[in-house]
């Protein structure tokens, strides 16, 4: 009975042997250690299907790339270029327009006996004082410079005038308003020389220099008794408000 036992453990022995030798043995060791050539491969797969991926991704990115080409937000630049200088042309434009225009203006006339009317009257206050008033009675503004040439009757010298009067500038007047000179005709005192009444006045203007012609003289009015004057003949500048042409 114990040589039957001992066989099948000698034939089992020499069966492990021959398996541990045969390459049917190898393959199974395989199988249970993975060789490291076959988990590289393995490994792979994974990494070529995530480059795949990514691929797919980088062709979603090149058209954003794609999105960057428009460059029509570049273009809007082009609004930028838009900027409308054409528009700040036609500002320029305008403003060449304007100053064409005012280049073109009519400058200011002189004022004159032909685009006024000159009145003389006598006044109470100040005592011997007489005030002529110039109203422009055309359709342009008129200037009227330093003061007026007075001449009574045919007399051959220049009333002064009151230096103290003279504005600051010149008197303009546009259609319709009034200038004012006054007269101051006698001394109060009598210490006039050469008095005498005369009935005839003629007032003249003078130009944009002083002493020059102005233009037509004026032939205003006088009062039937006739003005009485002496050497002390005197004359305010040309002024805008009448309270001041009688201050002097």
């Known amino acids: 009975m ?10 089992l022995a020499a069966l492990a042997l ?39 991704d980088g062709a979603t990115g090149t058209q954003g790339t794609s999105g960057a080409t428009g460059t ?9 270029t838009g900027t409308q200088p054409a528009k700040g042309d036609k500002g320029d434009k ?21 685009n006024t009317t000159v009145t003389a009257q ?9 005030l002529l008033t110039v109203k422009n009675t055309s359709s342009k503004t008129c200037d009227l410079t330093y003061y007026p040439v007075l001449r009574f009757d045919e007399m051959q010298w220049v009333p002064r005038p009151i230096k103290d ?10 259609p319709g308003e009034s200038g004012y000179a006054g007269v101051s005709l006698s001394a109060a005192d009598g210490s006039g020389e050469w008095g005498t009444t005369s009935h005839k006045l003629t007032v003249g203007f003078q130009g944009r220099t002083p002493n ?31 309270d001041d042409a009688l201050a002097y």
């Not at 049917?24 to 491969?41: L, R």
């Not at 029509?72 to 930028?80: L, P, R, V, W």
């Not at 060449?96 to 032909?114: L, Y």
């Open 72 to 80: 029509s937000g570049a273009t809007g630049t082009s609004g930028a």
């Open 212 to 242: 020059s012609d102005g233009g037509p003289s004026a032939l205003p009015t006088l009062p039937a008794k006739g003005v009485y004057y002496d050497s002390t003949l005197t004359v305010t500048y040309w002024l805008r408000d009448m």
């Open 94 to 114: 305008a403003t060449r327009r304007d100053k064409a225009a005012k280049g073109t203006t009519t400058p200011r006339v002189s004022c004159n006996g032909s």
């Open 122 to 130: 006598s006044v109470r206050r100040p005592l011997n004082h007489m």
């Open 18 to 56: 021959t398996a541990c030798q045969d390459g049917t043995g190898t393959k199974n060791e395989g199988a249970a250690h993975p060789d490291p050539a076959s988990a590289t491969v393995t490994a792979t797969h994974p990494a070529e299907d995530g480059d795949s991926g990514k691929g797919t």
């Open 165 to 174: 009067s003279k504005p600051q500038a010149v008197t303009t007047l546009s």
């Open 2 to 11: 114990r040589k039957h036992h001992a066989l099948p453990v000698a034939l």
